[in-house]
């Protein structure tokens, strides 16, 4: 069998691992095939202080998914993964290039990362972006990975646990919805929340204060290169969270301000963590 090939849409850095340059990574280091069109090439995050530039027009973005198509390179994709957009033009660019893959391949998945913002700074997208997201990329979704407060943005209001979490990802969305960065009971923890139609998974592990930047990018990548190669949305929940859990062990321990992600394909797989657990 040929490697699972993926189309992942985001933004990219010269320096680090966040967007497409920690997916891609998480991606390959699951033995999948990568076609990654970036929305805006960044020199560092923002973290870092200001950033040099380069947003990609959205008829640039158009114009590597046609001559791609015409190559045949998009006969096969099995997955498409957004995550990061500057614009709604782009946002409508991604669209159409769902609708193709999926014409291609109708078994083709679309996994949507809604990239809107976070407790801390709030939204950080443009406006008309987010309302692009929720409005144009949600309902053409299968499978949905907010953290939790973009699950909130994308609700229009505040869940205060996991019920009512588990409850408002069945009743608004049509689509498994994977939530990380949950609270739990625990304050030293925090989770990533799995929500299907009749059922719910959750892995947790340590908090840390100082993780660096791109955890959800690598997650997502982690989460769709595992349930590719595996075919369980349990068991890709609880590889992918056990190796952004080795991964940020090695980065915290080695004082790194970026992901350390040299190791990601050598982590035992499946790598040595609880196992996701019903809830």
Known sequence: MPPPVVLSFSSQVAYGHVGNSATIAALHATDCTVIDIPTIILSSHPGHGPAATLEIPA???????????????????????????????????????????????????????????????????????AQAIKSD????????????????????????????????????????????????????????????????????????????????????GLFVGNFLTVGSYETALSYASGQLNAVLKISVTAGSDELVLSHLKNIPFPPDFPPAQPV
């Not at 998914?65 to 033009?89: E, K, M």
């Not at 990802?169 to 925090?190: G, H, Q, W, Y």
């Not at 799995?194 to 930047?213: E, F, R």
């Open 59 to 129: 008829e640039k973005i158009d114009g590597f998914v046609d001559t791609l198509a015409g190559q045949g390179r998009l006969d096969n994709v099995a997955a498409v993964i957004s995550g990061y957009f500057c614009s709604p033009q782009q946002i409508a660019s991604v669209r159409k290039a769902v609708e193709l893959v999926k014409s291609k391949n109708p078994t083709a998945l679309y996994f949507c990362d809604p990239v809107i913002g976070d407790d801390l700074p709030g939204v950080y997208v443009p406006r008309l972006v």
């Open 137 to 220: 990329l949600i309902p053409i979704s299968d499978f949905i990975l907010p953290n939790l407060f973009e699950f909130q943005h994308l609700l229009g209001h505040k869940v205060s646990d996991l019920h009512q979490c588990i409850d408002a990802a069945r009743e608004n969305f049509k689509t498994p919805v994977l939530i990380t960065s949950m609270p739990v009971d625990d304050a030293t923890r925090c989770g990533n929340l799995l929500v299907l139609s009749d059922q719910a998974w959750l892995c947790t592990s340590p908090h840390l204060d100082k993780a660096p930047h791109g955890t959800g990018d690598l997650l997502t």
